[in-house]
T-cell receptor
Framework: GNSVTQMEGPVTLSEEAFLTINCTYT??????LFWYVQYPGEGLQLLLK?????DKGSNKGFEATYRKETTSFHLEKGSVQVSDSAVYFC???????????????FGQGTILTVHP | DTEVTQTPKHLVMGMTNKKSLKCEQH?????MYWYKQKAKKPPELMFV???????INESVPSRFSPECPNSSLLNLHLHALQPEDSALYLC?????????????FGPGTRLTVL
Protein backbone atom coordinates (compact mmCIF):
# COMPACT_ATOMS: atom_id res chain seq x y z
CA GLY A 1 0.00 0.00 0.00
CA ASN A 2 0.88 3.68 0.07
CA SER A 3 2.21 5.43 3.16
CA VAL A 4 4.00 8.61 4.23
CA THR A 5 6.23 8.94 7.27
CA GLN A 6 7.11 12.34 8.68
CA MET A 7 9.59 13.18 11.39
CA GLU A 8 7.96 13.32 14.75
CA GLY A 9 7.32 16.70 16.23
CA PRO A 10 6.70 19.08 17.63
CA VAL A 11 9.56 21.17 16.29
CA THR A 12 10.45 24.38 18.10
CA LEU A 13 12.86 26.87 16.55
CA SER A 14 14.01 30.42 17.04
CA GLU A 15 13.32 32.99 14.35
CA GLU A 16 15.86 32.87 11.46
CA ALA A 17 16.85 29.27 12.24
CA PHE A 18 17.17 26.63 9.51
CA LEU A 19 14.26 24.23 9.16
CA THR A 20 14.21 20.63 7.96
CA ILE A 21 11.17 18.38 8.21
CA ASN A 22 11.88 14.87 6.97
CA CYS A 23 9.40 12.97 4.84
CA THR A 24 9.76 9.49 3.34
CA TYR A 25 7.22 7.48 1.44
CA THR A 26 6.29 4.08 0.07
CA UNK A 27 4.05 3.87 -2.96
CA UNK A 28 2.73 1.39 -5.49
CA UNK A 29 3.25 3.20 -8.74
CA UNK A 30 4.77 6.60 -9.47
CA UNK A 31 3.52 9.18 -6.96
CA UNK A 32 3.25 12.93 -7.01
CA LEU A 33 4.43 14.50 -3.75
CA PHE A 34 3.02 17.47 -1.88
CA TRP A 35 3.60 19.59 1.18
CA TYR A 36 0.52 21.20 2.70
CA VAL A 37 0.45 23.69 5.57
CA GLN A 38 -2.40 24.20 8.04
CA TYR A 39 -2.50 27.37 10.12
CA PRO A 40 -4.53 27.32 13.35
CA GLY A 41 -8.26 27.24 12.72
CA GLU A 42 -7.88 26.98 8.94
CA GLY A 43 -8.01 24.44 6.14
CA LEU A 44 -4.97 23.07 4.31
CA GLN A 45 -3.02 25.17 1.83
CA LEU A 46 -0.70 23.75 -0.78
CA LEU A 47 2.83 24.83 0.01
CA LEU A 48 4.65 23.09 -2.86
CA LYS A 49 4.59 19.97 -4.98
CA UNK A 50 6.72 17.83 -7.28
CA UNK A 51 5.43 15.36 -9.83
CA UNK A 52 8.56 13.54 -11.02
CA UNK A 53 11.95 12.47 -9.77
CA UNK A 54 14.53 15.24 -9.20
CA ASP A 55 11.86 17.95 -9.46
CA LYS A 56 12.27 20.70 -6.87
CA GLY A 57 9.16 22.39 -5.55
CA SER A 58 9.53 25.83 -3.98
CA ASN A 59 7.30 28.51 -2.51
CA LYS A 60 7.64 31.28 0.11
CA GLY A 61 11.27 30.30 0.79
CA PHE A 62 10.39 26.63 1.35
CA GLU A 63 11.93 23.94 -0.87
CA ALA A 64 11.67 20.18 -1.29
CA THR A 65 13.29 17.86 -3.85
CA TYR A 66 11.69 14.61 -5.08
CA ARG A 67 14.33 11.94 -4.43
CA LYS A 68 13.24 8.64 -5.95
CA GLU A 69 16.39 6.78 -4.92
CA THR A 70 15.81 7.53 -1.24
CA THR A 71 11.98 7.81 -1.52
CA SER A 72 12.13 11.15 0.26
CA PHE A 73 10.71 14.65 -0.03
CA HIS A 74 12.24 16.63 2.83
CA LEU A 75 11.01 20.18 3.45
CA GLU A 76 13.60 22.91 4.07
CA LYS A 77 13.66 26.63 4.73
CA GLY A 78 16.77 28.67 5.31
CA SER A 79 15.36 31.20 7.76
CA VAL A 80 12.01 30.63 9.49
CA GLN A 81 9.72 33.37 10.74
CA VAL A 82 7.18 33.42 13.55
CA SER A 83 4.46 33.46 10.89
CA ASP A 84 5.64 30.00 9.71
CA SER A 85 4.24 28.45 12.90
CA ALA A 86 1.73 25.86 11.68
CA VAL A 87 1.22 22.15 11.06
CA TYR A 88 2.99 20.76 7.99
CA PHE A 89 1.71 17.67 6.17
CA CYS A 90 3.62 15.66 3.60
CA UNK A 91 1.35 13.79 1.17
CA UNK A 92 1.41 11.65 -1.94
CA UNK A 93 -1.02 10.87 -4.71
CA UNK A 94 -0.76 7.88 -7.03
CA UNK A 95 -2.42 7.79 -10.44
CA UNK A 96 -2.88 5.18 -13.13
CA UNK A 97 -6.11 3.72 -11.94
CA UNK A 98 -7.14 1.61 -9.00
CA UNK A 99 -8.84 2.77 -5.84
CA UNK A 100 -5.88 5.02 -4.98
CA UNK A 101 -6.67 7.29 -7.90
CA UNK A 102 -7.27 10.83 -6.71
CA UNK A 103 -6.60 9.93 -3.07
CA UNK A 104 -4.11 11.91 -1.03
CA UNK A 105 -2.20 9.84 1.51
CA PHE A 106 -0.97 12.09 4.32
CA GLY A 107 1.80 11.81 6.86
CA GLN A 108 0.95 12.39 10.50
CA GLY A 109 1.83 16.07 10.40
CA THR A 110 4.60 18.04 12.10
CA ILE A 111 3.77 20.93 14.41
CA LEU A 112 6.23 23.78 13.96
CA THR A 113 6.49 26.58 16.52
CA VAL A 114 8.82 29.50 15.84
CA HIS A 115 9.73 31.83 18.72
CA PRO A 116 10.87 35.45 18.28
CA ASP B 1 -8.94 32.44 -7.82
CA THR B 2 -8.27 29.21 -5.92
CA GLU B 3 -11.01 29.56 -3.35
CA VAL B 4 -13.19 26.80 -1.99
CA THR B 5 -15.92 28.04 0.34
CA GLN B 6 -17.68 26.05 3.03
CA THR B 7 -20.75 26.80 5.10
CA PRO B 8 -21.46 26.86 7.93
CA LYS B 9 -18.17 27.58 9.68
CA HIS B 10 -19.38 25.95 12.89
CA LEU B 11 -22.25 23.54 13.52
CA VAL B 12 -23.59 22.06 16.74
CA MET B 13 -26.17 19.30 16.42
CA GLY B 14 -27.86 16.68 18.51
CA MET B 15 -27.77 13.01 17.68
CA THR B 16 -31.31 13.05 16.28
CA ASN B 17 -30.89 16.13 14.08
CA LYS B 18 -30.56 16.31 10.32
CA LYS B 19 -28.18 18.92 8.97
CA SER B 20 -26.18 19.60 5.81
CA LEU B 21 -22.74 20.95 5.05
CA LYS B 22 -22.20 22.90 1.86
CA CYS B 23 -19.12 23.37 -0.30
CA GLU B 24 -18.73 25.53 -3.39
CA GLN B 25 -15.98 26.22 -5.93
CA HIS B 26 -15.95 28.32 -9.10
CA UNK B 27 -12.62 27.21 -10.54
CA UNK B 28 -14.17 24.88 -13.11
CA UNK B 29 -12.85 21.86 -11.23
CA UNK B 30 -14.52 18.53 -12.00
CA UNK B 31 -13.36 16.61 -8.94
CA MET B 32 -14.57 17.33 -5.41
CA TYR B 33 -13.75 15.68 -2.11
CA TRP B 34 -14.93 15.39 1.49
CA TYR B 35 -12.39 14.81 4.25
CA LYS B 36 -12.78 14.38 8.01
CA GLN B 37 -10.05 15.68 10.30
CA LYS B 38 -9.80 14.94 14.02
CA ALA B 39 -7.67 17.13 16.26
CA LYS B 40 -3.93 16.73 15.78
CA LYS B 41 -4.45 14.18 12.98
CA PRO B 42 -4.18 14.32 9.20
CA PRO B 43 -7.33 14.53 7.08
CA GLU B 44 -9.03 11.24 6.22
CA LEU B 45 -10.71 10.90 2.86
CA MET B 46 -14.44 10.17 2.94
CA PHE B 47 -15.81 10.66 -0.59
CA VAL B 48 -14.62 11.65 -4.05
CA UNK B 49 -16.83 12.94 -6.87
CA UNK B 50 -15.68 13.11 -10.47
CA UNK B 51 -17.88 14.83 -13.05
CA UNK B 52 -20.72 14.85 -10.49
CA UNK B 53 -20.58 11.07 -10.05
CA UNK B 54 -19.46 9.35 -6.85
CA UNK B 55 -16.07 7.84 -7.59
CA ILE B 56 -14.76 6.79 -4.19
CA ASN B 57 -16.56 6.00 -0.93
CA GLU B 58 -14.06 5.12 1.77
CA SER B 59 -16.50 2.84 3.60
CA VAL B 60 -18.15 5.78 5.32
CA PRO B 61 -21.18 5.02 7.54
CA SER B 62 -24.55 5.69 5.89
CA ARG B 63 -25.33 8.45 8.40
CA PHE B 64 -23.13 10.56 6.09
CA SER B 65 -24.73 11.07 2.69
CA PRO B 66 -22.91 13.07 -0.01
CA GLU B 67 -24.56 14.83 -2.90
CA CYS B 68 -23.14 16.67 -5.90
CA PRO B 69 -26.02 18.62 -7.49
CA ASN B 70 -23.79 20.32 -10.09
CA SER B 71 -20.14 20.76 -10.92
CA SER B 72 -19.69 23.68 -8.50
CA LEU B 73 -21.53 22.37 -5.46
CA LEU B 74 -20.95 19.54 -3.02
CA ASN B 75 -23.15 18.78 -0.02
CA LEU B 76 -22.76 16.43 2.90
CA HIS B 77 -26.04 15.44 4.56
CA LEU B 78 -25.80 14.39 8.19
CA HIS B 79 -28.33 12.29 10.08
CA ALA B 80 -28.26 10.46 13.41
CA LEU B 81 -24.61 11.27 14.05
CA GLN B 82 -22.63 10.09 17.05
CA PRO B 83 -20.47 12.21 19.37
CA GLU B 84 -17.36 10.58 17.87
CA ASP B 85 -18.31 12.19 14.53
CA SER B 86 -17.34 15.56 15.98
CA ALA B 87 -14.48 16.82 13.81
CA LEU B 88 -13.42 19.37 11.22
CA TYR B 89 -14.98 18.51 7.85
CA LEU B 90 -12.93 19.71 4.91
CA CYS B 91 -14.00 20.02 1.32
CA UNK B 92 -11.47 20.08 -1.52
CA UNK B 93 -11.54 20.33 -5.30
CA UNK B 94 -9.12 19.63 -8.13
CA UNK B 95 -9.14 20.06 -11.88
CA UNK B 96 -9.62 16.33 -12.35
CA UNK B 97 -8.82 13.10 -10.50
CA UNK B 98 -5.18 12.62 -11.44
CA UNK B 99 -2.10 12.15 -9.33
CA UNK B 100 -0.60 15.45 -10.48
CA UNK B 101 -3.60 17.73 -9.94
CA UNK B 102 -3.48 19.85 -6.81
CA UNK B 103 -6.35 19.55 -4.37
CA UNK B 104 -7.48 22.95 -3.05
CA PHE B 105 -9.05 22.88 0.39
CA GLY B 106 -11.75 25.00 1.95
CA PRO B 107 -11.52 26.35 5.52
CA GLY B 108 -13.70 23.57 6.89
CA THR B 109 -16.82 23.19 9.01
CA ARG B 110 -16.20 22.46 12.66
CA LEU B 111 -18.91 20.01 13.71
CA THR B 112 -19.85 19.21 17.30
CA VAL B 113 -22.31 16.40 17.97
CA LEU B 114 -23.89 16.48 21.41
Amino acid sequence: GNSVTQMEGPVTLSEEAFLTINCTYTATGYPSLFWYVQYPGEGLQLLLKATKADDKGSNKGFEATYRKETTSFHLEKGSVQVSDSAVYFCALSVGAGGTSYGKLTFGQGTILTVHP
Amino acid sequence: DTEVTQTPKHLVMGMTNKKSLKCEQHMGHRAMYWYKQKAKKPPELMFVYSYEKLSINESVPSRFSPECPNSSLLNLHLHALQPEDSALYLCASSRQITSTDTQYFGPGTRLTVL
